[in-house]
């Protein structure tokens, strides 16, 4: 039925991937819109549950991806190529380094960059630390680093790696069903491998949903601040359909022409506003305070790690930590093939160092920057942004700007920024979700792309309606969690294959129990004090 269905629309689609995903998406909007209420209270009680029982499988999950990523990065398999042997990097690191940010994480950077670290000095999380404080101070920024540094970008940057693996060194489809292929064998091209890429499909979709939908809570407090006059859903409405119009502008142009111009165009303005608050700003205390805010992250990130606030028992994890790793797991799918699109070539080593080290620089002097000069004004210049931040931590940004010369200007330039950082976002997944809903033989159609971001839009515009903020984290965090048990099997997988490489065995030897099983404790297990990986015995490139 279902090709029949997809020949007779001309849909170059794999036919039970793009129907199931786009109908639960449609189901969903066509539910969620007259009955808000109920779907609010249902996602309500669901993301409670996910995080009461399986808030620590969250965290103790990202934590470990982590340490697994350094382990990988060491270790002998850190010199293997996400390529052939003899194909160099297709991006130089500069392009490649701007390129990472459109995924989204500009996004973030632009909304939580004054919010989070305020959120944090204004009502502190740990007990026995007084609000507003220089203690609170410093305890908000290391919360704000740990969620937006190395554990984000391990949620990212995990997948990306083993995609590039799966599809540049081993030749299978560029999914997130290829990925299990040394678990499922050849079943991945089956209905177990097609519920995999719908899982992906509907994690991206709503992923995404979300960063437009917070992007536009912040555009729409903006606008209002700046006009001094209120906007409501009407607003918000047309903020969701001019991002949705120009990221489908950029979906047609394709990731040469228009994702990576738009990102060198976007990341060249956020350092203008960046390098203008540092100078203009208190220069000598932001120099030194990214300084000390590093070794104050470093300091604290073993704890934070594994803090899963079982002893206060509050709801803080709900709202932020939790919420935080649900929303950007939703995103692993999709960045991580975007990533992946863009680092062919690169060793495991220089992969995993460039993903995570260049953002989580980038992300500590970005928060250092902004969280330290809006502490310069909260505890030096009598400048109460606290109180509009718990008010409304969409606008924080913009009473933040208002302080500093030429405030117009740069209200316009985040403005700006945001937009297009959406219109990244948007595009990317909408490349991606056409890659993982088409079959391998068949060109990308561009109606289609245009279909997935009409539907990104879509869903934003149904979440905001339907409650605004806490509907936007209570979907996430529900929707997050097949895929954060996907990401942990993913880590198996990937190290099964890279031994089964090391040793010179195909990927089939080892789906049909051919290679040798992977002993961590024997004398093939991998060593950090080898760097150079043995001539492979047999292995088809």
């Known amino acids: 039925m279902f090709d029949r269905l997809a020949r007779a629309l001309n849909v170059s689609a794999i036919p039970v991937v793009f129907f199931t995903s786009a109908g639960l998406a449609v189901l969903f909007v066509a539910l969620a819109l007259p009955y808000r209420e109920q779907f609010a209270a249902f996602f309500g009680l669901l993301a409670g549950f996910t995080v009461a029982y399986f808030g620590w499988f969250y965290i103790l999950s990202v934590t470990g991806l982590l340490l697994f990523l350094i382990w990988v990065a060491l270790s002998r398999y850190g010199q293997i190529r996400l390529s052939q042997d003899h194909e160099g990097p297709e991006y130089g690191t500069w392009t490649w380094f701007t390129m990472l940010f459109a995924a989204g994480i500009g996004t973030i950077l632009m909304f939580w960059g004054v919010a989070e670290p ?3 000095f204004a009502a502190p999380p740990f007990e026995g630390v007084e609000p507003r404080s220089q ?8 919360i704000a680093l740990y969620h937006f540094g190395l554990h984000t970008w391990t949620i990212f940057t ?5 995609i590039g693996y799966f599809t540049y060194r081993q030749g299978l489809p560029m999914r997130i069903s290829s990925l299990f292929y040394t678990i499922l064998g050849r079943r991945i091209f089956g ?3 097609w519920t995999i890429d719908i899982i992906a499909v509907i994690g991206t979709l709503f992923g995404v949903a979300v960063s437009v939908g917070l992007g536009t809570l912040q555009l729409n407090s903006g606008l209002s601040h700046l006009l001094d006059r209120p906007l409501g859903e009407v607003s918000q409405t047309i903020i969701v359909l001019t991002i949705t119009v120009i990221a489908t502008i950029s979906v047609v142009l394709g990731l040469d022409r228009g994702i990576r111009r738009l990102s060198q165009f976007n990341i060249s303005i956020a350092l203008f506003i960046l390098l203008f608050i540092w100078v203009s700003g208190p220069t000598l205390f932001l120099t030194a305070g990214t300084v000390e805010n590093i070794g104050n992250y470093l300091h604290a990130l073993p704890k934070l790690a594994f803090w899963t606030d079982s002893y206060q028992g509050g709801d803080w994890q709900r709202s932020w930590t939790v919420f935080y790793w649900a929303w950007t797991i939703s995103w692993a799918p999709y960045v991580g093939i975007f990533i992946a699109r863009i680092s062919k070539g690169r060793t495991i080593r220089q992969f995993v160092g460039g993903a995570l080290g260049a953002p989580l620089l980038f992300t500590v002097i970005w928060f250092s920057v902004f969280g330290l000069a809006a502490f310069d004004l909260e505890l030096n210049q009598g400048v109460d942004i606290a109180t509009a931040v718990q008010t409304d931590v969409s606008v924080a940004l913009f009473r933040f700007l208002e302080q500093f010369p030429l405030a117009t200007l740069l209200s316009v330039l985040s403005a700006v920024i945001i937009i297009v950082f959406l219109t ?12 993982l809903s088409r079959r391998d033989d068949q060109p990308s159609v561009t109606a289609q792309r245009a279909f997935w971001t009409l539907l990104i839009g879509v869903i934003a515009a149904t979440l905001l309606l339907g409650g605004g903020l806490e509907a936007l984290q ?8 097949p895929f954060c048990l996907l990401l942990v099997f993913m880590a198996v997988a990937l190290t ?3 031994h089964a490489d090391y040793l010179g065995y195909s990927l089939d030897d080892l789906a049909e129990g051919r290679a040798p099983a992977l002993d961590p404790m024997g004398a093939d297990s991998p060593s950090v004090m080898e760097d ?5 015995k047999g292995r088809h490139d």
Not at 158 to 162: E, G, Q, Y
């Open 118 to 120: 305020m959120s944090h």
């Open 135 to 142: 203690e609170a101070a410093e305890r908000a920024m290391q």
């Open 158 to 162: 995990l997948p990306a790696l083993a």
């Open 191 to 193: 209905p177990i491998g």
């Open 424 to 435: 990244t976002s948007a595009d990317s997944a909408a490349l991606v979700i056409d890659l």
């Open 474 to 481: 209570n979907v996430i965090t529900t929707l997050g969690f």
């Open 496 to 498: 099964r294959a890279l």
């Open 532 to 536: 150079e990986p043995p001539v492979p």
